[in-house]
């Protein structure tokens, strides 16, 4: 039997009781026989891999390469995703690099398939990492079939430590948080900013979130939010938000605007 997350609240008060139980939720949930069939079958035949070609013709293989990334959706896009291996990230025409999504960038560079270079996934420890992301993020999904909001709320660590792990400038940062559906959708709603604002120019779009970050959280520095403190008001406020927008969805009553009110104690 599948271990389902506990979850007995939502809103910022079921963040509190996850992430004071998380270690052990994920813990448990990554000893159920379907995680454990699949993680073992990577790390037995992943370091036999050596091309895209190779890759995408195991379908127990992609299942956990592309789920390490969020990306379980295209396990059957098999063309889409050999070319996005194959073409890799060093050149700035590479379909991973012309795509909005930045995961996709992430997941081309970790595994090293362009053959440019001998592949990562022969390299020593590839495999355990990639194995570690995948539990992380298959938990993260069986959150996400409870409550949405705590499954981004959830991914806003490792999200933050892959846009600084690949990017070196600060306005490179931000846009790569722009073109990341999860980060985008955190920063989004803890920003107050509408869903509107994906629609207008990119580089608007930046100033927008910079100086909106600068203003709420006194930083327009990405890095910044790889503090644990600054972290956690982030995802604060991005759940009540979250939790204010969707009371008033349904009852259009004066608690959202109570609930949005009250954040000012947090700073």
Same mark, same amino acid.
């Given at each position: 039997?599948?271990?389902?997350?506990?979850?007995?609240?939502?809103?910022?008060?079921?963040?509190?009781? =996850? *992430?004071?139980?998380?270690?052990?939720?994920?813990?448990?949930?990554?000893?159920?026989?379907?995680? %454990? $069939?699949?993680? *073992?079958?990577?790390?037995?035949?992943?370091?036999?891999? !050596?091309?895209? /070609?190779?890759?995408? &013709?195991?379908? $127990?293989?992609?299942?956990?390469?592309?789920?390490?990334?969020? =990306?379980? &959706? &295209?396990?059957?896009? #098999?063309?889409?995703?050999?070319?996005?291996?194959?073409?890799?990230?060093?050149?700035?025409?590479?379909?991973?690099?012309?795509? @909005? &999504?930045?995961?996709?960038?992430?997941?081309?560079?970790?595994?090293?398939?362009?053959?440019?270079?001998?592949?990562?996934?022969?390299?020593?420890?590839?495999?355990?990492?990639?194995?570690?992301?995948?539990? %992380?993020? #298959?938990?993260?999904?069986? %959150?996400?079939?409870?409550?949405? *909001?705590?499954?981004?709320?959830? @991914?806003?660590?490792?999200?933050?430590?892959?846009? =600084?792990?690949?990017?070196?400038? !600060?306005?490179?940062?931000?846009?790569?948080?722009?073109?990341?559906?999860?980060? $985008?959708?955190?920063?989004?709603?803890?920003?107050?900013?509408?869903?509107? !604002?994906?629609?207008?120019?990119?580089?608007? #779009? =930046? /100033?927008?979130?910079?100086?909106?970050?600068?203003?709420?959280?006194?930083?327009?520095?990405?890095?910044?939010?790889?503090?644990?403190?600054?972290?956690e008001k982030l995802i604060r406020m991005f759940l009540i938000r979250s939790e204010a927008a969707n009371i008033a969805s349904f009852s259009g009553s004066s608690t959202a605007l109570t609930l949005l009110q009250s954040t000012s104690s947090f700073y």
């Amino acid at each position: 039997m599948t271990f389902q997350p506990i979850l007995p609240n939502t809103g910022y008060s079921g963040w509190i009781f =996850l *992430d004071r139980t998380m270690e052990t939720q994920q813990e448990t949930f990554s000893k159920g026989q379907a995680i %454990v $069939r699949d993680t *073992d079958y990577f790390a037995q035949n992943i370091g036999a891999i !050596s091309t895209a /070609e190779e890759l995408v &013709d195991d379908p $127990r293989l992609l299942r956990v390469a592309l789920g390490a990334y969020g =990306l379980d &959706d &295209d396990v059957n896009s #098999q063309f889409f995703i050999r070319k996005i291996l194959e073409e890799g990230t060093t050149s700035d025409d590479a379909l991973a690099n012309r795509l @909005s &999504d930045s995961r996709y960038a992430d997941f081309s560079a970790a595994f090293g398939l362009d053959g440019q270079t001998p592949p990562t996934t022969q390299t020593s420890g590839f495999a355990e990492n990639i194995i570690a992301r995948y539990e %992380v993020r #298959q938990f993260q999904q069986a %959150v996400g079939e409870q409550d949405n *909001d705590l499954r981004l709320a959830m @991914s806003v660590q490792d999200g933050v430590s892959d846009i =600084l792990a690949n990017n070196t400038t !600060s306005d490179g940062q931000w846009y790569s948080i722009l073109g990341n559906a999860p980060m $985008r959708s955190v920063f989004q709603t803890a920003l107050g900013l509408p869903e509107s !604002s994906s629609s207008i120019d990119l580089e608007r #779009q =930046l /100033e927008i979130f910079q100086t909106r970050a600068e203003s709420m959280f006194g930083t327009d520095e990405l890095a910044d939010f790889a503090e644990p403190e600054l972290q956690e008001k982030l995802i604060r406020m991005f759940l009540i938000r979250s939790e204010a927008a969707n009371i008033a969805s349904f009852s259009g009553s004066s608690t959202a605007l109570t609930l949005l009110q009250s954040t000012s104690s947090f700073y």
